[in-house]
């Protein structure tokens, strides 16, 4: 079956730290990926995405590179601002069948001032 | 981007009664929906997957008969918990798919059962 990990956290860092948060992913078939934030209190927000093979997802200085070798879709931003304190889920879709997302477990994201 | 609702987004009942949440995408016709369940600091877990006009296909686990998922037109779709227990308090989150294949999340709605 399709399943995603992620890192376990909370992930605690200092404001203008650099973030990594792994996920890993295994398919049955070419999945597209995403990234999820879940700010407090509200509704899931897609991030980013990617469709193919090295293709680079990036949006609000997040960015994240499908990586077919090692099934992986890494988040990764540069400096961490306190604004970014959420929960981030990597998530899977297979373009077949009911085409539903499968979600990683979530990372929960603290940044301290 | 395209807008999601759910209501309420926050609920307590007592046992054995029946709660509706609904779910509405607001600027876009819904072809596809998509309830999900969140249990505290885990992922979301698929519960179903509803069609406008057709019946919704459940994952396997999940009672078809206690919560009840109704997609009567491309805007709305509501999920019914029927004689909630404790066990079914839980983070109910919907989410809407158009033509474009991308999902639309709402808020969530935090389902308690005394």
């Known amino acids: 079956g399709n399943s995603v990990t992620q890192m376990e956290g909370p992930v605690t860092l200092s404001e203008e730290a650099f973030l990594t948060i792994n996920c890993t992913y295994t398919a049955t078939g070419y999945p597209s990926l995403f990234w999820y934030v879940q700010y407090p209190g509200e509704g899931l927000q897609l991030l980013l995405k990617a469709t193919k093979a090295d293709d680079k997802g990036s949006n609000k200085g997040f960015e994240a590179t499908y990586r077919k070798e090692t099934t992986s879709f890494h988040l990764e931003k540069g400096s961490v601002q306190v604004s970014d304190s959420a929960v981030y889920f990597c998530a899977l879709i297979l373009y077949t069948g009911r085409r539903a997302l499968t979600f990683g477990s979530g990372t929960r994201l603290q940044v301290q001032p | 981007g395209a807008v999601v609702s759910q209501h309420p987004s926050r609920v307590i009942c007592k046992s054995g009664t029946s709660v509706k949440i609904e779910c509405r995408s607001l600027d876009f016709q819904a072809t596809t929906m998509f309830w999900y369940r969140q249990f505290p600091k885990q992922s979301l877990m698929l519960m179903a997957t509803s069609n406008e006009g057709s019946k919704a296909t459940y994952e396997q686990g999940v009672e078809k008969d206690k919560f009840l998922i109704n997609h009567a037109s491309l805007t709305l779709s509501t999920l019914t918990v029927t004689s909630a227990h404790p066990e079914d308090s839980s983070f109910y989150i919907c989410?809407?798919?158009?033509?474009?294949?991308?999902?639309?999340f709402g808020p969530g709605t935090r389902l308690t059962v005394t």
């Open positions: 989410s809407a798919r158009g033509e474009s294949y991308e999902q639309y």
